[in-house]
């Protein structure tokens, strides 16, 4: 079992940037991918970002691409999203998730684990 902690979400500018962390338990972090994900009000989840278990692979969704960085520390279980030029559409519940098998994915189904959600407001 995996449990996930999520922090860093705020409120910040148009153009501003956002550290979002999330830790991991559990001895076997380092066999995940990870993924971030958010849902804005009245729509559905989609995803943001994965990396895969070493962090040599990670994709991201077109609307974040040269804007987020997502990274890993596997010593540290915990898993990171640097969200740069943020714009107020960025604004979500961002959550961190866990998918087992070590290969990164943006299907939102692959994930078993998953944290509580950080909010994060983009003001315009």
């Known amino acids: 079992q995996v449990q996930l902690v999520e922090s860093g979400g705020g409120l910040v500018q148009t153009g501003g940037s956002l550290r979002l962390s999330c830790a991991a338990s559990?001895?076997?972090?380092?066999?995940?991918?990870m993924g971030w994900f958010r849902q804005a009000p009245g729509k559905e989840r989609e995803f943001v970002a994965t990396?895969?278990?070493?962090?040599?692979?990670?994709r991201y969704a077109d609307s974040v691409k040269g804007r987020f960085t997502i990274s890993r520390n596997n010593a540290k279980n915990t898993v990171y999203l640097q969200m740069n030029s943020l714009k107020p559409e960025d604004t979500a519940v961002y959550y961190c998730?866990?998918?087992?098998?070590?290969?990164?994915?943006?299907?939102?189904?692959?994930?078993?684990?998953w944290g509580q959600g950080t909010q994060v407001t983009v003001s315009s």
């Open positions: 998730a866990a998918r087992p098998g070590g290969g990164s994915s943006y299907t939102l189904r692959s994930y078993d684990h």
């Open positions: 559990g001895r076997t972090f380092s066999s995940y991918a």
């Open positions: 990396i895969n278990w070493s962090g040599a692979d990670t």
